[in-house]
């Protein structure tokens, strides 16, 4: 197949009248349309506005989708506390499934191909199954909890690295390598030392299985594990092994310099969520910082019920205005720099090798978006124009490891009506988990 349009093949290369050669699971070539069209002219070609990488959405909890609007307007632990883990706790393994493909479709809709994506402690199987029937690439994990938290979520520490072991056996590398798996300790707060020392244990014990977890958000958060650790969050992680290169830590909005030494010299990912900061009031993340610092940025939607949306587009943005205010600095975060953050970064902290960019050899995961709308007329600036403009209703194609997962804005793995009002049908009762989750809040 020949996907033609204005290709953006990395943050540097744009070939005005481009195509990508898709064979299999992989890009057989990516060039100008004319010399592709003269090589391969058996092919079958398909032409879109805007062609670029899939994006990869590096922090994501599918299964909080059907709490969207449930808690605006509080800061991180009574969000936590007093919303979503009642929520979470009180979700069946039917309701985990909704959630979780709610947010897939809505991922795959608005152009994200891969999410590293922290699920909840009880039937994070359901979502796994999820992700592999849609197609979308994910690095996945079932939640560790075994402090400080709720009856209905709280787990005996030895039970709760059994079944992630026994997940990683069954999914890590699953649906042809399309799901892999993060070991997920929800944040320092709610797991004992013994929890996190086992997360690392089986990450070292399972080749490419990484670790995935919140990291200093909210400065609660913080003192909450200075008052238990003795140490700074970041020095605390790294203690037990939660740092290093196969770590993805989310947020890291409150850091001090030796923290960000310690990021910077493991090798530690880190994934900005903006809009989720801004509207939980977490704090600005040093991004530019950690950048200049050589430490692998990406960016993150977060969870519906503290953004509210899963578009990449606006993550993009929104990364790129909070640092040019943060900075009263114009040139901070250019597009180029957010678009390599949701897309090369991004694939680099998931670990998937030869994924973010349209290049020979690579991962087929693309997308096409329309420019056929009022505000992408006229179109000076291709990468301006998606960083700054576009919206992921524009995304009209979504490919993964060469399967079209969306086609003429619709997808074609799950059927969007249907889920969608199973979706509404479900209610939610956070009440009978809330005296529990208030008993062990920080
Ligand atoms: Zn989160």
Redesign the pocket.
Known sequence: MILSGTVIADSETVIDDGSVVVEGSRIEAVGRRSEIRAQYSDREERSYDILLPGLVGG?L?SVQSLGRGIADDSELLDWLFEFILPMEASLSADEMEIAAKLGYLELIESGTTTCID?LSVNHAERAFEAAGEIGIRGLLGKVLMDRRSPDGLAEETDDALAETERLIREYHGSFDDRIRYAVTPRFAVSCSEECLRGARELADTYDGVRIHT?ASENRSEIETVEANTGMRNIHWLDEVGLTGEDVVL?HCVWTDESEREVLAETGTHVTHCPSSNMKLASGIAPVMDYLDRGINVALGN??PPCNNTLDPFTEMRQGSLLQKVDRLDPVAAPAEEVFEMATINGANAAGFEKLGALREGWRADVIGVTTDVTRGTPLHDPLSHLVFAAHGDDVVFTMVDGEILMEDSEVTTVDADALRERANGVGLSLEEHRDAAAEVRP
């Open positions: 922090h909890h922290h919140h989310a977060d969870g």
